[in-house]
């Protein structure tokens, strides 16, 4: 298991309110002490950002968006620039969710959006994740292309600034059962560093982390980590309760 997993929340649409993301601040941080060796960052919707960001002030937790707008121009209603993001205190973005794609993000898009958030220096989770496995292997070459457009001649991507989210569509949002198993997200670990050297030097690709989401529940973070050789998870659902937030850090912890 890696030494220090990455455990990101991603909250959707699940907290309102200030007061829901404070009351979450303050019972996650009374936890920390406990769980010193993960690393905890979250992402709560726009509207939560600053008051996110303030409650979890001088702890070791980074908040981040949970995506960005492709566009430059300010004349896009209803859009979040990266420019916004980081003002509101965000240190990282997520880009490329499945949810977003099935919006109509396409890889382009997504590559826009990473642009936008590399300008703004910001740290991405790339999300990346077929939408059904087939025996021919189809999948593969969704995964690949994914990577392919929104990696190829990135003008310089410091390592430790990227992250890839693989998230099959078909697992997020149902229950621990139906996640991915281990062995098969660790073949799918090995295709995407394989295919990340593809796109930048191989010590740097061996260096970025790669994260699994999709049905991540208490019951499975342990083994998905330990047998599925990644650095850590994307937990939609589960990260929108403390309570089964905290029983997967705990899990994760465990020795
Ligand atoms: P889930 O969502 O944990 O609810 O499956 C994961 C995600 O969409 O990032």
Known sequence: ???????????????????????????LRRKLPLYKNI?????????????????????????????????LDEKRTGEVSAAMAKASGATFAIVGHSERRAMGETNAVVRAQLMRALEENLSIILCIGETERDHAGAYLSVVTEQLSSAL????IIKTGKLVIAYEPVWAIGKSADDAMKGPDLREMSIFIKKTLTEYMERSAALKVPILYG??????????????????????????AQLDSFIEILKSVSHK
């Open 1 to 27: 298991m890696a030494k220090k997993p990455l455990i990101v929340g991603n909250w959707k649409m699940y907290l309102a309110s200030a007061e829901e993301a404070k009351k979450f601040a303050s019972g």
């Open 214 to 239: 999709g049905a991540v529940e208490a019951s499975n973070a342990r083994t998905l980590l330990q047998e599925g050789d990644v650095q850590g998870l994307l937990v939609g659902h589960a990260s």
């Open 39 to 71: 690393d905890v960052s979250i992402a709560p919707p726009f509207t939560l950002l600053s008051a996110t960001v303030a409650a979890f002030k001088n702890s070791a937790v980074k908040v981040g968006a949970q995506s960005v707008s492709q566009f």
């Open 152 to 155: 190829d001649k990135l003008p």
